[in-house]
């Protein structure tokens, strides 16, 4: 006689990968494209997903669309046991090409950094194949959702190891005839717009180095992206923070100009983000490449 228990129903499997990929993309229809299929296949695997479940995994937002509470815990999950399949794989199965690390990074530092030296990443002994997600929030390194994330800020995120990438100095720049009607004086950028992106940590912080408070301003334009701020700049909205050396060629290719002699080391630095301890070994190849083109950077 039979003894077993009956195998516990498990969820549609393909909507599992479906709803993961929606929550990468923040998106139904990026996801349907990514994954070859309409936007009603990925809305139907979506909802087989969540009617097994008996909840809803997202929610409207703007134009796309975002993981609930419940969706963002029940991801996470999903997250990690694709993580432990792929892992598996990597062990078990001969290798037939370059191992594939993926990385989260901000629209800034891929189109600025990453872009450039991607060849130079991939090749070599392994050679790697690089998946790169570009997107503005915080991928959960830690889960495995990516191997590795480039972040922006001061450092101190949690359950991950940091490692600075790249410190910066910071000296302003404006469009050639805004930096003439300027001149050099530290108070004579106050009469302009001041450019920035996130936040006016860098503004702040170079203010100070001259003796000055600087106060918020309703005439002071936010980007979220740092190369709209240079494109801005460029187009002579106001003056912008020039990121040296990350910032270099694209400061020269807006045609910008530097406005005054004072610089000062940046609070903020990208950081790169890896999981501790358990980190597959490719990807530990990729941040250490990283680190070495960084530093000749």
Partial sequence: MDHSSPRPERPPLDGLDT????????????????????????????????????????????????????????????????????????????RRGPE????????????????????ALEQGVPPLRIEIAVEGRNADVERGEVDLAVRYGAGGWRNVAVAKLLPERLYPVAHPDLARRLGSAPEALLQASLLHDSDATGWRAWFAACGIALKPRLQ?????????????????????????????????????????????????????????????????VLADRMMALASRT
Wanted: a positive charge.
């Fill in 19 to 94: 709803v993961c990929v929606v929550a990468r993309h923040a998106s139904f229809s990026a996801a349907a494209e990514a994954l070859g299929l309409t936007h009603g296949a990925v809305s139907r695997r979506v909802a087989a997903v969540e009617a097994w479940l008996g909840l809803r995994l997202f929610e409207r937002h703007g134009r796309g669309v975002r993981p609930t509470p419940d969706g963002q815990r029940f991801l996470a999950r999903v997250e990690a046991a694709f993580r432990l399949i792929d892992d598996a794989a990597d062990r078990w199965r001969p």
């Fill in 220 to 284: 002071d334009r936010r980007f979220e992206d740092y190369t709209v701020v240079l494109a801005a700049a460029g187009a002579g909205l106001g003056v912008a923070l020039a990121r040296a050396p990350f910032s270099d060629r694209a400061v020269q290719d807006n045609g910008l100009v530097r406005v005054g002699e004072q610089e000062v080391p940046n609070p903020l630095a990208y950081h790169l983000l890896t999981r501790p301890g358990e980190a597959r070994p490719a990807a530990g």
């Fill in 100 to 119: 594939v690390v993926r990385i989260s990074v901000v629209p800034g530092f891929a189109k600025l950094w990453l872009f450039g030296r991607l060849a």
